[in-house]
T-cell receptor, first 112, second 114 residues
């Protein structure tokens, strides 16, 4: 049973465009939703995270939108750059739990 | 500050062998979690250790075991290796004390089973 579903599987965006990645979760006990960026040969790096008590969180060019009633959240990358080309994972966990449940990832390619 | 370190970087083993992977958490972090990442998928939770005690276990067979040492470093052991164990094994550290969910990952160990 996959508890976090991520889409699309791959995404190609022109430089300067907006990249949007979506995730849906099932377990309503989840209350911490991070996004990770992973480059080839590297471990996932925490990018930005949100809790369900807010609907949006912005850090630089990265924004998380959260819809608690729909059990969905998304990552928006504004002004996408070639250096943003990587695999992005959404995840979900409970506060103070050392276990995160990950989506299957989105491979983002930003064309110059 | 050093991040999470893992060793070895790459490893090739034969079916039936056993393997030991090592992880050193960020200085000051007391919790370590292990994940398996198969190519094309997200990481899957294997174990979490805190203060040398197992705090959580994922849906993996008993061939997988782990332990944490007094200096908070950790080992993941896999016995009787199968071809399907080929994956990137990731270690994540967190400080503990209410922030177990804030995890910082190491670069991983790439295990290939032939």
């Amino acid at each position: 049973q996959q508890q976090v579903k991520q889409s699309p599987q791959s995404l190609i965006v022109q430089k300067g465009g907006i990249s949007i990645i979506n995730c849906a979760y099932e377990n309503t006990a989840f209350d911490y939703f991070p996004w990770y960026q992973q480059f080839p040969g590297k471990g996932p790096a925490l990018l930005i995270a949100i809790r369900p008590d807010v609907s949006e969180k912005k850090e630089g060019r990265f924004t998380i939108s959260f819809n608690k009633s729909a059990k969905q959240f998304s990552l928006h990358i504004m002004d996408s750059q070639p250096g943003d080309s990587a695999t992005y994972f959404c995840a979900a966990s409970r506060t103070n739990a050392g276990k995160s449940t990950f989506g299957d990832g989105t491979t983002l390619t930003v064309k110059p | 500050d050093a991040g999470v370190t893992q060793s070895p970087t790459h490893l090739i083993k034969t079916r039936g062998q056993h393997v030991t992977l090592r992880c050193s958490p960020i200085s000051g972090h007391k919790s370590v979690s292990w994940y398996q990442q198969v190519l094309g998928q997200g990481p899957q939770f294997i174990f979490q250790y805190y203060e040398k005690e197992e705090r959580g276990r994922g849906n993996f067979p008993d061939r997988f075991s782990a332990r944490q040492f007094p200096n908070y470093s950790s080992e993941l052991n896999v016995n009787a290796l199968l071809l399907g164990d080929s994956a990137l094994y990731l270690c994540a550290s967190s400080s503990g004390g209410g922030t177990f969910h804030e995890q910082y990952f190491g670069p991983g160990t790439r295990l290939t089973v032939t």
